[in-house]
């Protein structure tokens, strides 16, 4: 059973526009979560995290938001800009003292 | 210098070969992981380990091994490969404590033939 869902397998934005990417997990018991960015041929890196007691981080072009409720988190990258091109996971943890969970990835194009 | 390394980078075998990946990090890190990584399946977890003298299975074990050699090396064995263990590999390491963050290597390609 897939405790972290990244429903959209690939998403293409134009240049400048807002990119949504989204994230919906099964477990109540997860209450830290990350996203990272994967170019070809390199590591995931991490982007941005977000933990159960907030439900908004910004850092930058890139906001986490977190609805507990709906168990559902969302990556907004405003403006998108080609370089942002990359796979996107979405990860999480309960009390960050387990190992990450993982989604599938959702490939962004920003399109110049 | 890169501070999660994997060796080798590329690798092809055949099936019913013995391979080892190996994974070291300068970061100073207790926590080191195992990641393989396919096409549509996203990042899932093989082992882990929280301390030298701690590992544990991860999601998809079966036909792997680990050893933590050092704080620093963390190394993952197929005993014998066929050719579903075509994948790219992830080392990751983070810090003691909650709400820590992974740090992963750059991978490892193997190819099982």
């Known amino acids: 059973d897939q405790q972290v869902k990244q429903n959209s397998p690939s998403l293409s934005v134009q240049e400048g526009r807002i990119s949504i990417l989204n994230c919906d997990y099964t477990?109540?018991?997860?209450?830290?979560f990350l996203w990272y960015k994967k170019y070809p041929a390199e590591g995931p890196t991490f982007l941005i995290s977000i933990s159960s007691i907030k439900d908004k981080n910004e850092d930058g072009r890139f906001t986490v938001f977190l609805n507990k409720s709906a168990k559902h988190l969302s990556l907004h990258i405003v403006p998108s800009q080609p370089g942002d091109s990359a796979v996107y996971f979405c990860?999480?943890?309960?009390?960050?003292?387990?190992?990450?969970?993982f989604g599938k990835g959702t490939r962004l194009s920003v399109i110049a | 210098d890169a501070d999660v390394t994997q060796t080798p980078r590329n690798r092809i075998t055949k099936t019913g070969k013995r391979i080892m990946l190996e994974c070291s990090q300068t970061?100073?890190?207790?926590?080191m992981y195992w990641y393989r990584q396919d096409p549509g399946l996203g990042l899932r977890l093989i082992y882990y380990?929280?301390?030298?003298?701690?590992?544990n299975k991860g999601e998809i074990s079966d036909g792997y091994s680990v050893s933590r050699q050092a704080q620093a090396k963390f190394s993952l064995s197929l005993e014998s490969a066929i050719p579903n263990q075509t994948a790219l590999y992830f080392c990751?390491?983070?810090?003691?404590?909650?709400?820590?963050?992974?740090?992963f290597g750059p991978g490892t390609r193997l190819t099982v033939t």
């Open positions: 990860a999480a943890s309960d009390s960050g003292n387990t190992p990450l969970v």
């Open positions: 990751a390491t983070s810090e003691r404590g909650l709400f820590r963050e992974q740090y």
């Open positions: 477990n109540s018991m997860f209450d830290y």
């Open positions: 380990s929280f301390d030298v003298k701690d590992i």
């Open positions: 970061k100073g890190h207790d926590r």
